[in-house]
């Protein structure tokens, strides 16, 4: 079993930065990734990164501006988020578990456990 709790969520205005946190319990040298959704809309992918932190795949509409990394001593995965835009508004999830490989780490039903989500707001 994992347990998950994402924190550093907050308001900022477009170009400001934000570090969100994700710390697991349990077995949690796995996979993890950032999703995040808005209401009315699908759990879109953001970011993952494999268990030792040498792979790492990104979201097109935030390659070069967020930066996802682990320390697996803390049991840490983080989301560096710079340059953020309104469209970036969204609750931010963590997410461990993978059950698919390659580049379906886009799939949010391939991700088993989850976090409860942290909200970022970004003003125009």
């Known amino acids: 079993q994992v347990h998950l709790v994402e924190s550093g969520g907050g308001s900022v205005p477009a170009g400001g930065s934000l570090r969100l946190s994700c710390v697991g319990s349990?077995?949690?040298?796995?996979?993890k990734a950032w999703f995040r959704q808005v209401p009315g809309k699908e759990r879109e992918a953001v970011a993952s990164?494999?268990?030792?932190?040498?792979?790492?795949n990104y979201a097109d509409s935030v390659k070069g501006r967020f930066a996802i990394s682990r320390d697996n001593a803390m049991n840490t995965v983080y989301l560096q988020m710079n340059s953020l835009k309104p469209e970036d508004t969204a609750m931010y999830y963590c997410?461990?578990?993978?059950?698919?490989?390659?580049?379906?780490?886009?799939?949010?039903?391939?991700?088993?456990?989850w976090g409860q989500g942290t909200q970022v707001t970004v003003s125009s």
């Open positions: 997410a461990a578990g993978f059950a698919g490989a390659g580049g379906t780490w886009t799939v949010m039903s391939l991700w088993r456990y």
């Open positions: 349990g077995d949690t040298y796995r996979w």
């Open positions: 990164i494999s268990r030792g932190g040498a792979t790492t």
